[in-house]
């Protein structure tokens, strides 16, 4: 007799193919995808299986951040969809149901990517953008994944995105949100594999591509909201190609993915956060296109590259160093020459933790290394300061 199985066994069992009737192979994601939602019955999801997925969630998750430092989450994107029960037509329709959530972070909001990529924080085409603290942002992500069902057990989720390994790490290392830990998350789905297993790209494939192989623009992707969107459209698309073919439907598409905005726009909800804020003046009151106060961030404005982004805000919310990096700014490495400004030297990303160590005086000068040592290493962990003495008083004798 079938026994069902808790929510970690399912995911070893989608994952790794436990049961001898199943388990993914070639081209699975196309065929999960299709599978959930309901285009064509996967191999491999029994009948059984497919009862338990039925209170499954499938939810999406896309983040901003800002181009000179990839620690700044600017924008939080956030999908869910519930999974349909029966066909609905073309592929795109079964997103008539979906979520889509814009979330900017009050506290990074100024600041607005352009000289690697142009961001686009304030053209959300889904719905409302709200603005949120850090707490509130982890709040939102721990209320879109932890979801019950009407016996009070915790939903399934399948995890979408696209490159979504880079989303997992970072909600990990800058929301302290770990989805791994959560033990709800019974498939990972990404759309970069899925374009590879339809042949589109032996590599990984912008969203930007994929959408265009079925004739769909977006003029303001580089928003987190937007990108989630589409990436669950494209998803739709590339699954929808396994049933139909490619060539179904791409004369329409971009008109169903502009009746898809309006339907979402006009249900959208604010579940977190405020809808109004300045990110000049962090006013409730006007967004900051109506802001009357100006700032000018002299520390943007006295640097080439930044002087762009001066008039955004007052040198207090700035982010950029106030100096470079030494290590990196005397590096003959022109990346590291160019990320220089980026970053404090105890935070720099090409040099190794600071650790004590006896250098001979042959080959360094013993009490600069080891004062510059105690500097650092001071700064981390007050409980070394006696021992570090010690030895710097030992280097003179």
């Not at 396994?242 to 249900?267: F, M």
């Not at 590259?305 to 990096?325: D, F, G, L, M, V």
Request: aromatic share 8%.
């Amino acid at each position: 007799m079938w026994q069902p199985m808790t929510l970690s066994q399912l995911a070893q069992f989608l994952a790794n193919g436990l049961d001898s009737r199943g388990g993914l192979t070639q081209r699975s994601h196309v065929q999960a995808a299709a599978h959930l939602l309901k285009m064509k019955q996967a191999p491999y999801i029994i009948p059984e299986i497919d009862f338990q997925l039925k209170d499954a969630l499938l939810v999406g998750v896309d983040m901003e951040w800002h181009e000179s430092n990839p620690h700044i989450v600017t924008e939080l994107g956030i999908s869910v969809l519930r999974l349909p029960q029966t066909m609905l037509g073309k592929p795109i329709h079964a997103l008539n149901d979906m979520e889509v959530h814009h979330l900017r972070l009050k506290e990074n909001a100024h600041w607005v990517n352009g000289e690697k990529c142009e961001g686009h924080p304030e053209d959300f085409q889904f719905g409302t953008t709200c603005f949120v603290d850090g707490t509130q942002a982890k709040q939102a992500l721990s209320d879109t994944f932890k979801r019950y069902d009407t016996r009070g057990n915790l939903r399934p989720i399948i995890l979408f995105g696209h490159a979504v390994g880079n989303d997992i790490d970072t909600l990990r290392e800058q929301f302290d949100f770990d989805l791994a830990a959560l033990g709800v998350i019974v498939l990972t789905l990404d759309t970069q594999v899925m374009a590879r297993e339809v042949g589109l790209s032996s590599g990984n494939m912008s969203l930007k591509n994929i959408l265009g192989q079925y004739s769909v623009r977006e003029k303001y992707l580089h928003n987190a909201g937007n990108d989630i969107a589409q990436t669950m459209v494209a998803a739709s698309l590339l699954a929808g190609e396994s049933v139909i073919g490619r060539g179904r439907y791409q004369p329409e598409n971009q008109v169903d993915v502009d009746n898809l905005k309006a339907v979402l726009r006009n249900r959208s909800i604010l579940y977190w956060g405020i809808s109004v804020f300045c990110t000049n003046c962090d006013s409730t009151q006007h967004f900051v296109g109506q802001c009357p106060r100006t700032y000018l961030c002299t520390r943007c404005a006295n640097n080439p590259s930044w002087k762009q982004n001066a008039n955004t805000h007052p040198i207090e919310k700035c982010i950029r160093p106030a100096s470079p990096c030494k290590a990196c700014a005397k590096s003959t490495d022109a990346t590291r020459q160019n990320d220089a400004m980026t970053h404090y030297i105890v935070d720099c990303p090409f040099e190794k933790a600071p650790t004590l160590f006896f250098v001979p005086r042959a080959f360094l000068p013993l009490e600069k290394c080891l004062q510059e040592q105690f500097k650092e290493i001071a700064k981390r962990s007050s409980d070394n300061e006696s021992g570090l003495r010690e030895m710097l008083d030992d280097s003179d004798e």
